[in-house]
């Protein structure tokens, strides 16, 4: 009795783990992505690395993926460094401050992976007007129900993006 008591104390810890795992982005790469990024933190920091804002990026079926503050010549070398994303992507907030939320790492060769995780594929043409390539989201200070690694995020929202003009 006792032992069926423990393995089930233990199978729901375990779920409950997992489950948290899951919403909160834990992931060993998540971590790692957080060490190596959290200097992005403040939106100063990745515009003084040569990042530049893109609009606000929202899902067709809902949720969203940020502002992507992206450093062209990341983007042009194709290598992947987790110091040194592609993209830092920061939701709007209502107060008009960015919180950082994310990163994506994006390459043209491929398959590519980041420590064991492997990248989407993106076939030319795409709605961003690239060539085809390579690229991989980190909600790595934003958990994602959809998973640490989804393109959108339900929990974010470009309700509070600036209008391009303002």
Request: proline share 6%.
């Amino acid at each position: 009795m006792a032992a069926a008591a423990l393995t089930a104390i233990t199978t729901f810890a375990q779920a409950h783990q997992h489950a948290a795992a899951s919403v909160s982005g834990a992931s060993p790469l998540a971590d790692k992505v957080r060490a190596a990024n959290s200097r992005f933190l403040d939106v100063k920091a990745a515009t003084a690395e040569g990042y530049a804002p893109i609009p606000c990026a929202s899902g067709i079926t809902g949720g969203a993926m940020g502002i992507h503050y992206v450093n062209g010549q990341y983007l042009k070398d194709d290598k992947i460094d987790i110091a040194r994303p592609e993209a830092v992507m920061y939701e709007p907030m209502a107060n008009g401050a960015l919180k950082l939320v994310a990163v994506e790492y994006i390459t043209s060769k491929g398959p590519a992976s980041l420590d064991g995780q492997l990248f989407n594929f993106n076939s030319a043409p795409n709605r961003y007007g690239l060539g085809e390539f390579y690229e991989l989201h980190v909600w790595a200070w934003k958990g994602n129900p959809t998973g640490t690694f989804a393109d959108m995020n339900p929990k974010v929202s470009c309700e509070h993006a600036m209008a391009p003009s303002q």
